[in-house]
Protein backbone atom coordinates (compact mmCIF):
# COMPACT_ATOMS: atom_id res chain seq x y z
CA UNK A 1 0.00 0.00 0.00
CA UNK A 2 0.94 3.70 -0.23
CA UNK A 3 2.68 5.03 3.08
CA UNK A 4 4.10 8.01 1.98
CA UNK A 5 3.91 10.68 -0.83
CA UNK A 6 6.22 13.84 -0.83
CA UNK A 7 7.69 16.52 -3.09
CA UNK A 8 10.96 16.17 -4.60
CA UNK A 9 13.30 17.57 -6.78
CA UNK A 10 10.04 19.05 -8.86
CA UNK A 11 8.58 15.47 -8.89
CA UNK A 12 6.82 13.16 -6.34
CA UNK A 13 8.42 10.84 -3.76
CA UNK A 14 6.14 7.90 -2.81
CA UNK A 15 6.79 5.02 -0.47
CA UNK A 16 5.15 2.18 -0.77
CA UNK A 17 4.96 -1.04 1.73
CA UNK A 18 3.69 -4.19 2.58
CA UNK A 19 3.14 -5.71 6.14
CA UNK A 20 5.39 -8.62 4.68
CA UNK A 21 8.55 -5.95 5.07
CA UNK A 22 9.14 -5.44 1.53
CA UNK A 23 9.25 -1.53 0.31
CA UNK A 24 9.61 0.13 -2.72
CA UNK A 25 10.45 3.95 -3.43
CA UNK A 26 8.94 5.49 -6.65
CA UNK A 27 10.25 8.94 -7.82
CA UNK A 28 7.13 10.04 -10.43
CA UNK A 29 6.65 6.46 -11.71
CA UNK A 30 10.41 5.21 -11.51
CA UNK A 31 11.11 3.04 -9.02
CA UNK A 32 13.98 4.38 -7.21
CA UNK A 33 15.15 2.20 -4.23
CA UNK A 34 13.79 -1.52 -3.35
CA UNK A 35 14.16 -3.43 0.41
CA UNK A 36 13.26 -6.94 -0.11
CA UNK A 37 10.84 -8.50 2.36
CA UNK A 38 11.79 -9.09 6.14
CA UNK A 39 10.17 -8.80 9.65
CA UNK A 40 13.13 -8.32 11.55
CA UNK A 41 13.30 -4.22 12.19
CA UNK A 42 10.82 -1.46 12.56
CA UNK A 43 13.36 0.65 10.89
CA UNK A 44 14.57 1.69 7.25
CA UNK A 45 16.68 3.62 4.92
CA UNK A 46 16.44 3.99 1.16
CA UNK A 47 19.51 5.28 -0.18
CA UNK A 48 19.49 6.58 -4.28
CA UNK A 49 20.51 9.35 -6.66
CA UNK A 50 18.39 11.59 -8.30
CA UNK A 51 19.28 13.24 -11.41
CA UNK A 52 17.81 16.95 -11.92
CA UNK A 53 19.41 20.13 -13.72
CA UNK A 54 22.29 20.44 -11.30
CA UNK A 55 23.22 16.86 -11.40
CA UNK A 56 23.45 13.68 -9.98
CA UNK A 57 22.60 14.56 -5.87
CA UNK A 58 22.47 11.60 -3.04
CA UNK A 59 19.01 11.35 -1.37
CA UNK A 60 18.25 9.63 1.74
CA UNK A 61 14.72 8.59 2.87
CA UNK A 62 14.89 6.90 6.46
CA UNK A 63 12.82 6.03 9.17
CA UNK A 64 10.66 3.69 11.26
CA UNK A 65 7.52 2.12 10.69
CA UNK A 66 4.63 0.09 13.04
CA UNK A 67 1.78 -1.29 11.82
CA UNK A 68 -0.06 -1.67 14.85
CA UNK A 69 -1.31 0.24 15.27
CA UNK A 70 0.21 2.14 12.13
CA UNK A 71 3.26 4.94 12.99
CA UNK A 72 5.02 6.14 10.06
CA UNK A 73 8.14 8.09 11.17
CA UNK A 74 10.64 9.44 8.47
CA UNK A 75 13.33 11.66 7.62
CA UNK A 76 13.95 12.63 3.93
CA UNK A 77 17.40 14.09 3.07
CA UNK A 78 18.58 15.24 -0.46
CA UNK A 79 22.13 16.00 -0.38
CA UNK A 80 22.53 15.88 3.45
CA UNK A 81 20.22 18.90 3.87
CA UNK A 82 16.90 17.87 5.46
CA UNK A 83 13.54 18.48 3.46
CA UNK A 84 11.08 16.19 5.03
CA UNK A 85 10.35 15.24 8.74
CA UNK A 86 7.28 14.29 9.96
CA UNK A 87 5.52 11.58 11.34
CA UNK A 88 2.18 9.80 10.53
CA UNK A 89 -0.89 7.72 11.84
CA UNK A 90 -3.68 6.16 10.82
CA UNK A 91 -6.20 9.11 10.56
CA UNK A 92 -3.40 10.76 7.88
CA UNK A 93 -3.86 7.57 6.10
CA UNK A 94 -7.69 7.74 6.17
CA UNK A 95 -7.67 11.63 5.12
CA UNK A 96 -5.68 10.74 2.36
CA UNK A 97 -7.06 12.11 -1.03
CA UNK A 98 -6.76 10.03 -4.00
CA UNK A 99 -5.50 12.31 -7.17
CA UNK A 100 -7.10 12.64 -10.37
CA UNK A 101 -5.06 12.86 -13.37
CA UNK A 102 -6.15 16.08 -15.29
CA UNK A 103 -8.98 15.73 -17.86
CA UNK A 104 -8.83 15.43 -21.38
CA UNK A 105 -10.43 18.34 -23.91
CA UNK A 106 -13.70 16.96 -25.13
CA UNK A 107 -14.36 16.15 -28.39
CA UNK A 108 -17.06 16.24 -30.42
CA UNK A 109 -18.67 13.25 -31.09
CA UNK A 110 -21.56 10.74 -31.43
CA UNK A 111 -20.43 8.41 -28.58
CA UNK A 112 -19.41 11.60 -26.52
CA UNK A 113 -22.58 13.15 -26.99
CA UNK A 114 -24.35 10.06 -25.60
CA UNK A 115 -21.83 9.65 -22.68
CA UNK A 116 -22.66 13.38 -22.01
CA UNK A 117 -26.42 12.88 -21.77
CA UNK A 118 -26.05 9.95 -19.51
CA UNK A 119 -23.99 12.10 -17.28
CA UNK A 120 -26.97 14.79 -17.16
CA UNK A 121 -29.62 12.20 -16.63
CA UNK A 122 -27.09 11.31 -13.61
CA UNK A 123 -26.95 14.56 -12.49
CA UNK A 124 -30.81 15.67 -12.56
CA UNK A 125 -31.43 12.68 -10.99
CA UNK A 126 -33.43 11.11 -13.23
CA UNK A 127 -31.56 7.45 -12.81
CA UNK A 128 -32.20 7.45 -9.32
CA UNK A 129 -36.33 8.24 -10.08
CA UNK A 130 -36.60 5.40 -12.27
CA UNK A 131 -34.98 3.20 -10.35
CA UNK A 132 -36.89 3.53 -7.57
CA UNK A 133 -40.13 3.61 -9.62
CA UNK A 134 -38.83 0.71 -11.01
CA UNK A 135 -38.24 -0.71 -7.25
CA UNK A 136 -41.83 0.38 -6.19
CA UNK A 137 -43.55 -1.76 -9.16
CA UNK A 138 -41.94 -4.71 -9.20
CA UNK A 139 -41.98 -4.95 -4.82
CA UNK A 140 -45.97 -4.27 -5.51
CA UNK A 141 -46.17 -6.67 -8.59
CA UNK A 142 -44.60 -9.29 -5.95
CA UNK A 143 -46.33 -8.57 -2.58
CA UNK A 144 -48.58 -5.31 -2.37
CA UNK A 145 -48.65 -1.45 -2.93
CA UNK A 146 -48.40 -0.66 1.19
CA UNK A 147 -45.98 -4.15 1.63
CA UNK A 148 -43.29 -2.32 -1.43
CA UNK A 149 -43.73 1.19 0.45
CA UNK A 150 -42.57 -0.26 3.43
CA UNK A 151 -39.70 -2.43 2.09
CA UNK A 152 -38.55 1.15 0.25
CA UNK A 153 -38.53 2.51 3.03
CA UNK A 154 -36.30 0.08 4.96
CA UNK A 155 -33.93 -0.21 2.10
CA UNK A 156 -33.72 3.73 1.96
CA UNK A 157 -32.73 3.69 5.63
CA UNK A 158 -30.21 0.41 5.25
CA UNK A 159 -28.49 2.24 2.18
CA UNK A 160 -28.73 5.83 4.40
CA UNK A 161 -26.53 4.05 7.12
CA UNK A 162 -23.49 3.45 4.64
CA UNK A 163 -24.11 7.24 3.30
CA UNK A 164 -23.89 8.60 6.45
CA UNK A 165 -21.00 6.18 7.40
CA UNK A 166 -18.96 7.42 4.14
CA UNK A 167 -19.60 11.15 5.05
CA UNK A 168 -18.23 10.46 8.58
CA UNK A 169 -14.74 9.70 6.60
CA UNK A 170 -15.29 12.73 4.47
CA UNK A 171 -15.80 10.65 1.33
CA UNK A 172 -18.35 12.56 -1.19
CA UNK A 173 -21.77 10.65 -2.08
CA UNK A 174 -23.25 10.08 -5.23
CA UNK A 175 -26.45 9.41 -3.03
CA UNK A 176 -28.59 6.12 -2.86
CA UNK A 177 -29.68 3.68 -6.17
CA UNK A 178 -32.75 1.13 -5.50
CA UNK A 179 -32.17 -1.85 -7.66
CA UNK A 180 -35.12 -3.72 -8.42
CA UNK A 181 -35.10 -7.34 -7.06
CA UNK A 182 -31.70 -6.70 -6.10
CA UNK A 183 -32.02 -3.95 -3.13
CA UNK A 184 -30.19 -0.60 -3.01
CA UNK A 185 -26.72 0.89 -3.51
CA UNK A 186 -24.64 3.60 -1.78
CA UNK A 187 -22.11 5.00 -3.57
CA UNK A 188 -19.12 7.47 -3.24
CA UNK A 189 -17.00 9.44 -5.43
CA UNK A 190 -13.98 8.72 -3.70
CA UNK A 191 -11.79 5.56 -2.88
CA UNK A 192 -11.39 4.36 0.63
CA UNK A 193 -7.67 4.26 2.10
CA UNK A 194 -8.28 1.87 5.57
CA UNK A 195 -9.95 -1.51 6.22
CA UNK A 196 -11.96 0.41 8.80
CA UNK A 197 -13.59 2.69 6.48
CA UNK A 198 -14.45 -0.28 5.04
CA UNK A 199 -15.33 -2.54 8.20
CA UNK A 200 -17.74 0.60 9.04
CA UNK A 201 -19.15 2.08 5.74
CA UNK A 202 -20.44 -1.87 5.70
CA UNK A 203 -21.50 -2.64 8.73
CA UNK A 204 -23.29 0.95 9.49
CA UNK A 205 -26.39 -0.07 6.76
CA UNK A 206 -27.34 -3.31 9.11
CA UNK A 207 -26.62 -1.43 12.47
CA UNK A 208 -29.06 1.38 11.24
CA UNK A 209 -31.50 -1.65 9.89
CA UNK A 210 -31.56 -2.81 13.78
CA UNK A 211 -32.46 0.66 15.06
CA UNK A 212 -35.24 0.61 12.46
CA UNK A 213 -36.36 -2.60 14.25
CA UNK A 214 -36.01 -1.57 17.19
CA UNK A 215 -37.84 1.68 16.86
CA UNK A 216 -40.52 -0.39 15.31
CA UNK A 217 -41.02 -3.26 17.40
CA UNK A 218 -40.96 -0.46 21.16
CA UNK A 219 -43.80 1.51 18.48
CA UNK A 220 -45.57 -2.09 18.42
CA UNK A 221 -45.67 -2.37 22.29
CA UNK A 222 -46.60 0.60 23.08
CA UNK A 223 -49.69 0.74 20.08
CA UNK A 224 -50.02 -2.63 19.16
CA UNK A 225 -50.16 -2.06 15.80
CA UNK A 226 -49.25 -4.67 13.98
CA UNK A 227 -48.24 -3.55 10.74
CA UNK A 228 -45.40 -1.81 13.01
CA UNK A 229 -44.35 -5.56 13.80
CA UNK A 230 -44.07 -7.17 10.94
CA UNK A 231 -41.47 -3.53 9.67
CA UNK A 232 -40.12 -4.70 12.90
CA UNK A 233 -39.35 -8.02 11.82
CA UNK A 234 -39.11 -8.45 7.87
CA UNK A 235 -36.72 -5.56 8.14
CA UNK A 236 -34.16 -7.71 10.89
CA UNK A 237 -34.74 -10.22 8.28
CA UNK A 238 -33.36 -8.28 5.28
CA UNK A 239 -30.69 -6.83 7.07
CA UNK A 240 -29.48 -10.55 8.87
CA UNK A 241 -29.72 -11.93 5.18
CA UNK A 242 -27.18 -9.02 4.38
CA UNK A 243 -24.73 -9.84 6.91
CA UNK A 244 -24.12 -13.02 5.69
CA UNK A 245 -20.65 -14.09 5.35
CA UNK A 246 -20.60 -13.75 1.59
CA UNK A 247 -19.04 -10.94 -0.50
CA UNK A 248 -20.50 -8.85 -1.97
CA UNK A 249 -22.99 -8.41 0.88
CA UNK A 250 -22.22 -6.22 3.69
CA UNK A 251 -21.49 -9.28 6.13
CA UNK A 252 -18.77 -10.42 3.70
CA UNK A 253 -17.29 -7.04 3.44
CA UNK A 254 -16.56 -7.06 7.10
CA UNK A 255 -15.32 -10.96 7.24
CA UNK A 256 -13.34 -9.95 4.09
CA UNK A 257 -11.31 -6.67 5.70
CA UNK A 258 -10.84 -8.49 9.19
CA UNK A 259 -9.01 -11.86 7.51
CA UNK A 260 -7.38 -10.28 5.22
CA UNK A 261 -5.88 -7.89 8.05
CA UNK A 262 -4.51 -10.97 9.52
CA UNK A 263 -2.94 -12.23 6.32
CA UNK A 264 -3.50 -12.90 2.62
CA UNK A 265 -3.83 -16.68 3.72
CA UNK A 266 -6.26 -16.23 6.21
CA UNK A 267 -8.41 -13.56 4.28
CA UNK A 268 -8.46 -15.88 1.05
CA UNK A 269 -9.62 -19.10 3.03
CA UNK A 270 -12.69 -16.89 4.90
CA UNK A 271 -13.86 -15.71 1.87
CA UNK A 272 -14.01 -18.75 0.23
CA UNK A 273 -15.65 -20.86 3.63
CA UNK A 274 -18.09 -17.56 3.23
CA UNK A 275 -18.59 -18.44 -0.37
CA UNK A 276 -18.89 -21.99 0.43
CA UNK A 277 -21.67 -21.36 2.81
CA UNK A 278 -23.91 -18.90 0.13
CA UNK A 279 -23.69 -21.54 -2.34
CA UNK A 280 -25.47 -24.63 -0.07
CA UNK A 281 -27.91 -21.24 0.94
CA UNK A 282 -28.60 -21.15 -2.64
CA UNK A 283 -28.84 -23.98 -3.52
CA UNK A 284 -31.10 -25.10 -0.72
CA UNK A 285 -33.33 -22.41 -0.25
CA UNK A 286 -33.75 -21.80 -4.23
CA UNK A 287 -32.14 -18.43 -4.56
CA UNK A 288 -30.79 -17.75 -7.76
CA UNK A 289 -30.21 -14.20 -7.34
CA UNK A 290 -28.00 -14.91 -4.48
CA UNK A 291 -26.33 -17.49 -6.87
CA UNK A 292 -25.77 -13.95 -8.86
CA UNK A 293 -24.22 -12.58 -6.08
CA UNK A 294 -21.84 -14.89 -5.39
CA UNK A 295 -20.65 -14.86 -9.04
CA UNK A 296 -20.00 -11.34 -8.48
CA UNK A 297 -18.13 -11.84 -4.47
CA UNK A 298 -15.89 -14.67 -6.26
CA UNK A 299 -14.80 -12.01 -8.71
CA UNK A 300 -13.81 -9.96 -6.07
CA UNK A 301 -12.02 -12.36 -3.74
CA UNK A 302 -9.81 -13.12 -6.79
CA UNK A 303 -8.79 -9.63 -7.30
CA UNK A 304 -8.25 -8.79 -3.82
CA UNK A 305 -5.71 -11.92 -3.31
CA UNK A 306 -4.08 -11.19 -6.73
CA UNK A 307 -3.55 -7.92 -5.51
CA UNK A 308 -2.84 -8.93 -2.26
CA UNK A 309 0.77 -7.22 -2.30
CA UNK A 310 -0.14 -4.42 -3.79
CA UNK A 311 -3.19 -3.37 -1.79
CA UNK A 312 -3.72 0.51 -1.31
CA UNK A 313 -6.18 -0.12 2.08
CA UNK A 314 -4.32 0.23 5.54
CA UNK A 315 -5.13 -3.51 7.29
CA UNK A 316 -6.98 -3.68 10.71
CA UNK A 317 -4.95 -4.07 13.99
CA UNK A 318 -5.59 -6.06 16.41
CA UNK A 319 -7.72 -3.67 18.52
CA UNK A 320 -9.85 -2.60 15.33
CA UNK A 321 -9.98 -6.75 14.22
CA UNK A 322 -12.00 -7.41 18.02
CA UNK A 323 -14.08 -4.19 17.55
CA UNK A 324 -15.22 -5.02 14.82
CA UNK A 325 -15.89 -8.27 15.51
CA UNK A 326 -17.71 -7.96 18.56
CA UNK A 327 -19.89 -4.91 16.63
CA UNK A 328 -20.92 -7.71 13.97
CA UNK A 329 -21.84 -10.32 16.48
CA UNK A 330 -23.95 -7.74 18.51
CA UNK A 331 -25.74 -6.70 15.43
CA UNK A 332 -26.44 -10.15 14.45
CA UNK A 333 -27.74 -11.18 17.66
CA UNK A 334 -30.22 -8.33 17.74
CA UNK A 335 -31.39 -8.54 14.91
CA UNK A 336 -31.72 -12.75 15.82
CA UNK A 337 -33.55 -11.83 19.26
CA UNK A 338 -36.11 -9.13 17.31
CA UNK A 339 -37.05 -12.32 14.59
CA UNK A 340 -36.86 -14.49 18.05
CA UNK A 341 -39.44 -11.92 20.19
CA UNK A 342 -41.72 -11.14 17.26
CA UNK A 343 -42.13 -15.07 15.85
CA UNK A 344 -43.37 -15.57 19.87
CA UNK A 345 -46.57 -13.76 19.34
CA UNK A 346 -48.56 -16.51 17.48
CA UNK A 347 -49.45 -15.06 14.20
CA UNK A 348 -48.51 -17.11 11.10
CA UNK A 349 -47.30 -14.04 8.86
CA UNK A 350 -45.60 -12.25 11.22
CA UNK A 351 -43.82 -15.31 12.62
CA UNK A 352 -42.30 -16.76 9.07
CA UNK A 353 -39.06 -15.10 9.66
CA UNK A 354 -38.56 -17.07 12.63
CA UNK A 355 -39.51 -20.25 10.35
CA UNK A 356 -37.10 -19.04 7.51
CA UNK A 357 -34.39 -19.05 10.37
CA UNK A 358 -35.41 -22.16 11.93
CA UNK A 359 -35.37 -24.42 8.95
Not at 46 to 68: A, D, I, M, R
Not at 166 to 181: C, E, H, Q, R, V
Not at 231 to 254: E, Q, R, S, T, Y
Request: hydrophobic content about 50%; aromatic content about 12%; charged content about 15%.
Amino acid sequence: MQLLEVECLGKTLRLEGSMAGWQQVFWDEQCVSQINAHADSESFTHKFTLQNEHGELPVELNGSLQWQPFALQFQLLVNNELLHDNTLNEKDIEQRQIVKGEKQPIKFSLVGMAGLGLKLLKSAKVVKVLFAAGSLAAYSWLFSIEFAIALILCLVFHEYGHIRAMKYFGLKTKGIYLIPFVGGLALSDDKINTRWQDIVISIMGPFFGLILSIACLVGYWLTDIEILAGLAVFNALLNLFNLLPILPLDGGHVLKSIAFSINSKVGLVACALGAALGIYISYYFGLALLGFLLAIGSIEIFFEYKRRHLSQLLPLNRYAQIVSALWYVVTVGGLSAIIWLVGQTGNDALSLPLKILGS
